[in-house]
């Protein structure tokens, strides 16, 4: 089973909290991102910082990666634990950048506040669930490395698919990884036309021939979209904040 707790929906500039994830999968719970709102996101979906077994990072940007350093160093500093943090092999040197500042005094590193890991393609949780990295360089944001990425559940022929932050979603190819036990398509979903966000109209247009729209979630979106008449409207789902789903 696949549960999904979304901690938040918003995008960069909401005055809620950003779209990050707590992904439930057997006994580990699966951190989403870490934007600078999780010090306030996590508490409020009751979960504490030493419920999180396992982080991943899609890319850099502060609404995705902006709340590390302090969940660091809470759960170093307040409760001596030490989760696991995946990480995309290219974003080695450049998640370091972002959190040595804030992380690496007297001669701390990374690996003294998590059991990093560095993956090229993707990794496996627990004898059941297994995330496939899905690159989308450049197709977010300009010279920018980023990913989404394929989760699947073994035990329950069961799999999600998620954009993360995406612009040329066309050129990203998510549905070469539809297979017949794809249950969801999570997908950046922007109400105005921007270089690095997908257009509704677009976003439509290009999957109603290869899923059926009700697989289609929408996240990532502006905090005064009224979710419920989108879903009326397009037919998609939108994930709506602390509404956990699951799958199959
Ligand atoms: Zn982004």
Known sequence: ?????????????TKHY????IFELGDRKLLVDAGTTLRFSLPAAGYKETDVTDIVI???????????????????????????????AELAEGIEDVLK?????????????????????????GNDYEIEFIKTDNLHAKDM???????SDKNDNANIIYTSDIGKH???????????????????ISFIQTPVHSYIDDVIAYYSDKLALPSLYGMHYADDIDAVEI???YGIQMVKIQQPLVFP
Request: glycine share 8%.
């Open 231 to 233: 879903e009326k409207k």
């Open 58 to 88: 899609t890319h850099l940007h502060a609404d995705h990666v902006g709340g590390l350093e302090e969940f660091a160093q809470r759960c170093m500093w307040l409760y001596s634990y030490k989760p696991n943090l995946w990480i995309r």
């Open 170 to 188: 066309e050129e990203a190819l998510f549905d070469k990884h539809f297979d017949e036990n794809t249950k969801a398509l999570f997908h950046d």
């Open 101 to 125: 500042a804030g992380l690496f005094t007297d001669g701390l590193q990374l690996s003294d506040y998590f059991h990093v890991h560095y993956e090229k393609d993707g990794f496996q949780l």
């Open 18 to 21: 950003h779209n990050n994830y």
């Open 1 to 13: 089973m696949i549960k999904v707790y979304p901690l938040g929906t918003g995008g960069a500039f």
């Open 145 to 151: 490395l980023s990913m989404g990425f394929k989760l």
